[in-house]
């Protein structure tokens, strides 16, 4: 994507994971999980520069020795916008971009659609951006692992939820309803400012990191989107990655 602004990916890297720990470094087809991801957001060629941030020695050992750009985070950190904003402040980036770092298969056209939305954004109006796809099964509407989310009629974000959002009382009234993807592009500052604000009501409530954008008032454009990537949480999830590499 050829465009004035300076955009980076981020990649957050924790050794330690409580559903599969040390899977950045498992082997996927002849490569770490971790490389193999940090190679397909540099391949994409959607980013001026691709970082790895990391808490690992080995993690951090593993892209340097395979002549990757990687940062060692110097604190703890409760998420992944914590962890990249702590790195950002020394990096040179309009937009900087949270990718997973158990998703390997990096979804290019899904990615594109967000760095657009900065793109034509030319009076910065818009804090960061997100992605939304639409569920149908109840089971998965009602599923508190997947977070809702409900935008106005310009696609701006109003909340995020793992309650089903929004209640459907009149059964005649058609409702869509749309999970959450947890991929975000960040104006610079929308990042630093996020890492320097405390953790806010609601989202210690919910669990939900977004919501302490919200309610400090950022303004988070949410883009719709049918390409889901495959992400590795479970080794379960590894198999089948190994499997569509073959």
Do not use: W
């Amino acid at each position: 994507m050829k465009t004035n602004l300076k955009v980076v990916a981020m990649i957050p890297a924790r050794f330690e994971a409580s559903r599969f720990p040390g899977k950045l470094m498992q082997d996927l087809a002849g490569k770490t999980v971790i490389l193999r991801t940090y190679e397909a957001a540099l391949n994409s060629q959607l980013f001026d520069a691709v970082y790895v941030v990391t808490d690992s020695q080995q993690i951090f050992d593993e892209i340097k020795d395979n002549g990757g750009q990687v940062i060692m985070s110097h604190k703890e950190h409760e998420c992944g916008s914590d962890r990249i904003a702590e790195a950002a402040e020394q990096i040179k980036a309009d937009i900087i971009l949270n990718v997973q770092g158990d998703e390997p298969f990096i979804n290019e056209k899904a990615l594109s659609k967000l760095l657009k939305v900065f793109e034509n954004d030319k009076k910065e109006k818009i804090d960061l951006a997100s992605l939304k796809t639409k569920v149908v099964e109840s089971e998965a509407i009602e599923n508190p692992n997947n977070v809702k989310v409900i935008t106005n009629l310009e696609g701006l974000a109003l909340y995020f939820s793992r309650s089903p959002i929004p209640f459907q009382r009149d059964k005649e009234v058609e409702v869509t309803y749309y999970k959450h993807v947890g991929i975000y592009a960040f104006r610079k500052q929308a990042l630093l400012d996020f890492y320097k604000t405390p953790m806010s009501p609601l989202e210690a409530a919910e669990k939900i990191e977004c919501l302490r954008h919200l309610e400090n008032g950022k303004t988070i454009k949410m883009v719709e989107t049918d390409e889901i990537s495959i992400g590795i949480d479970t080794p379960e999830d590894l198999i089948q990655a190994r499997r569509h590499f073959q």
